[in-house]
């Protein structure tokens, strides 16, 4: 299906937290492109100072049960899903990650369950959504998203659309889908597979 679609329209992308590489692998569809990383490129990051901020990452996910350090190469992710309490665990990784980075001079981005240390350019969703409508010269684009980092790409699409880009927001509902998200969607789907329906039918 995502090969058909990107046979029809100027571009189908991915926009991932994940590597670009981990994303490309676990689709197997050459034909979309992946922005990986929230648009981070190589140039972007100084692996220095994630070197320097793993201990403190580190540090914090000792103090919740159940957390544990996702080391992306250019970030480093804190991933508390499998902690008892989740929301205290929210609270607790918040300020100490937080804590590391101002001391370190980087970005602190929440996601599903997750924070993640990025270097402060990092583009997030949203940069690389409005830096590819404009450098492609998009007349429309149509963006899906059931995260917490896709409200960026949301903002950046209504910002998108005063330049005169008609643009179709779509949220992904399931139990962990930002209710912001929810309310400033366009159009509503139910997991996945309603996300899978909708574009078969494109």
Known sequence: MLARLAGQ????AIVSGRPAQEVR????????????LYGLTEGQADPGTI???RSAAQAAANEVEGAWVEDKGRSLAVHYRAAP???????IL???LSEAAGRFGLALLPGKMVLELAPQDIPGKGGVVMRECRSRRLEACL??????ADQ????ALEGLRNEG??????????????KELIEAADLVVDRPAGLVRFLQAL
């Open 85 to 91: 309490d989740p929301r205290a665990a929210e609270v």
């Open 94 to 96: 918040s300020q100490r």
């Open 165 to 178: 880009l008609f643009a179709v927001k779509i949220a992904v509902r399931a139990e962990e889908t930002p």
């Open 143 to 148: 963006y899906a998203g059931d995260d917490r």
């Open 25 to 36: 692998s676990l689709l197997g569809v050459p034909e979309v492109e992946v922005f990986g």
């Open 51 to 53: 070197e320097v901020a």
């Open 9 to 12: 329209y100027a571009i189908v």
């Open 152 to 155: 960026n790409a949301f903002a």
